[in-house]
């Protein structure tokens, strides 16, 4: 089992910045991939971004050049740098993590609520 503890979320203003964290933690395994997906009301779940062992990121286009990601592989830790925020970022915010041993399945976190506002 894999535990995902999510912070930083919050109510932002137009064009501010927020920083995800979320911990991973419980796992015997190593943990290869890592990232996070959003909802927004009535919206489906969807990518925002991911990022490798090796830190290779993967992005939405409607983040790019406004998020980043990042991980700490020591800490099993990774973060997401929001910056830009607009109206359309509100959402509920979701971490998860991959196993090597499991790739094709995701342990997901309980979720961060990104509200962005003036």
């Known amino acids: 089992q894999v535990q995902l503890v999510e912070s930083g979320g919050g109510l932002v203003q137009p064009g501010g910045s927020l920083r995800l964290s979320c911990a991973a933690s419980?796992?015997?395994?190593?943990?290869?991939?890592m990232g996070w997906y959003r909802q927004a009301p009535g919206k489906q779940r969807e990518l925002v971004a991911q990022i490798t062992t090796f830190g290779s990121p993967n992005y939405a286009n409607s983040v790019r050049n406004r998020f980043t990601i990042s991980r700490d592989n020591a800490k099993n830790t990774v973060y997401l740098q929001m910056d830009s925020l607009n109206a359309e970022d509100t959402a509920v915010y979701y971490c998860?993590?991959?196993?090597?041993?499991?790739?094709?399945?995701?342990?997901w976190g309980q979720g961060t609520q990104v509200t962005v506002s003036s």
């Open positions: 419980g796992s015997e395994f190593a943990i290869y991939l």
């Open positions: 998860f993590a991959r196993l090597y041993s499991d790739p094709s399945y995701n342990y």
